[in-house]
């Protein structure tokens, strides 16, 4: 678990995000949907990856390409 300190919410709070022109929404456990700008967007993108936190346009996207569903 780790905290980004920007963000006020443990590594381990978020389920998944999508990120668009620096805007990040995360889906949190509690079921809550919260949209985070942060002062770097790479930098809390990479973050948010190394922590194996899902892209969900990224999944999204690969989907789309294969021609498959959930």
Sequence with gaps: ?????QLGYHSN????????S?????LLKCGEVIHFTPQDPEHF????I???IEDIKSEKQQR???????
Excluded at 13 to 20: L, R
């Design 22 to 26: 620096g805007i990040f929404s995360l």
């Design 1 to 5: 678990m780790e905290y980004f300190s």
């Design 50 to 52: 190394e922590k194996n």
């Design 64 to 70: 789309e390409f294969w021609g498959t569903s959930i």
């Design 13 to 20: 709070e978020i389920v998944k995000f999508a990120a668009a």
């Design 45 to 48: 993108r990479a973050w948010l």
